[in-house]
């Protein structure tokens, strides 16, 4: 039978309005008054905003290879906790590396049975694959992630310009975006001379090892990559504010640019880390009040177009935290049970709105992955993934509701606004606010 779904706060880009959104087989029909209902609807009482679902197009799945970090399973069910129906996996840390068809195959078999939410996959531009990066689009991976500083981790390896410049054309004529991840090497290895006999134990020495200018230089590299060769060119977790200048001008420019951040940006700064806490590593580095002050700035403006988890968990062993060594520690935030309330504790003191909030976080990063039609919206014909979002009522970030396989995160005590009250795939829910649907019926998007 259809459904109609009745909430206050229908909330869409544009605007947030009362009503009833029409279901039909898992997808979305219309949006009508809520006294309006056709007949032979059953009617979903929704206690509170009705989100589209949040669509993360930078999650760390880890599956095959690493799944005692992550994995479908455990990656899957946070995602339902935190409100996300779809996910774009990176093409690493898993191993085989999502770097040619064969491993996006493999990803496809360890993935079968296993999903409570939607996913697709980025693929990898790593060095020596120019020629799989035809084929995997093909495929059906939604765009390339790359490197220009060191991964940090085996299996996936960092590109320079020369590599970039063989890739361009490649990339151009797929159509798919290029993700980077713009820090670059050289800028690291002239700092690191400096770091001889520094205290890694202080997030201090941390932040030095990953200065402002190598993201901006790193930017400043690809925003000329992407002039020559038309690449659709889309930085991933931008921290320095220091190259939103040279952003805003390649985007006056019309260049086919989009910038995304990270909740972790937005709600840390690094004069609150205190030494030895390696929970808060990631690279780029959590940087100061100030930056984080320029960041939101750039949210409002549109400049940041969207914002995504960067979820990358690892077993607890790996973060070091005994020795509190931030040169050894796995540098990777967990966050995509809880990445919705933090970002909205953060927009609701802005004067941003539950729009801003599903543009950034649903909306933008579906586009970005080319799901325009289908996720990232509430809208006739799009699916019918929605959460059901108190965004005013309080709580306390606790290990045991991340629901990842391991519950390690910096936000846990931390106090937060907005809470997961449903979240629906396709109609069915699959998370009620306790309780997982026992059926997974998460899939592949088709490409
Ligand atoms: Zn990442």
């Not at 899957?76 to 690493?92: F, H, K, S, V």
């Not at 939103?244 to 390649?250: P, Q, V």
């Not at 969207?306 to 790996?318: F, K, Q, R, V, Y």
């Not at 799009?382 to 396989?405: G, K, M, S």
């Amino acid at each position: 039978m259809p459904e109609a779904f009745v909430s206050s706060q229908i909330v869409t880009p544009d605007a947030i309005r009362p009503g009833a959104v029409l279901v039909d087989n898992g997808r979305i029909t219309g949006i009508c008054e809520a006294t309006a209902i056709p007949r032979f609807h059953r009617i979903v009482q929704c206690e509170g905003a009705l989100l589209p679902g949040l669509v993360d197009s930078h999650i760390h799945i880890n599956e095959p290879g690493r799944t005692e970090w992550e994995g479908f399973a455990t990656a899957t069910r946070a995602a339902a906790a935190g409100g996300y129906t779809t996910l774009i996996d990176m093409p690493l840390n898993c191993l085989p590396a999502t770097t040619t068809v064969a491993a996006l195959e493999a990803k496809r078999a360890a993935a079968e049975g296993q999903c409570l939410v939607d996913w697709a996959a980025w693929g990898g531009v790593s060095g020596h694959n120019t020629n799989d990066i035809e084929p995997l689009a093909k495929a059906g991976v939604r765009g390339f992630k790359c490197f220009l500083a060191e991964p940090g981790i085996d299996g996936f390896n960092r590109v320079d310009e020369a590599e970039l410049r063989i890739a361009g054309p490649h990339l151009a004529h797929t159509g798919l975006p290029l993700l980077v991840h713009a820090e670059l090497p050289e800028v690291l290895d002239r700092v690191a001379h400096d770091l001889t006999g520094a205290d890694w134990r202080r997030y201090e020495t941390w932040l030095r090892s990953r200065p402002d200018e190598a993201e901006v230089e790193a930017i400043r590299l690809m925003i000329r990559l992407c002039r020559e060769y038309g690449f659709r060119l889309h930085i991933v977790h931008l921290v320095t504010a220091q190259a939103l200048d040279d952003i805003r001008r390649a985007k006056e420019e019309s260049l086919p640019i989009t910038i995304e951040t990270c909740p972790h940006y937005l709600h840390f700064a690094s004069e609150q880390i205190p030494d030895g806490s390696t929970l808060h590593k990631c690279a780029p580095p959590i940087r100061s009040a100030e930056n984080r002050n320029q960041l939101w700035a750039a949210v409002g403006e549109g400049l940041i177009d969207l914002i995504a988890t960067d979820h990358s968990p690892c077993p607890e062993a790996m973060k070091c935290h005994d020795a509190g060594d931030f040169q050894a520690a796995w540098g990777g935030i967990a966050s995509v049970s809880v990445a919705l309330p933090v970002v909205w504790t953060g927009m609701r003191v802005r004067g941003l709105t539950l729009s801003d909030l599903v543009r950034l976080m649903s909306q933008r990063p579906a586009q970005l992955a080319c799901l325009e039609g289908r996720k990232g919206q509430i809208a006739p014909g799009y699916d019918a993934d929605f959460v059901i979002f108190d965004p005013d009522q309080a709580f306390t970030v606790q290990p045991e509701t991340l629901h990842t396989r391991h519950n390690l995160s910096p936000y846990i005590g931390e106090h937060l606004f907005g809470t997961v009250k449903a979240t629906y795939l396709r109609g069915n829910p699959v998370f009620n606010g306790n309780q997982f649907a026992d059926l997974p019926e998460g899939r592949e998007i088709p490409a």
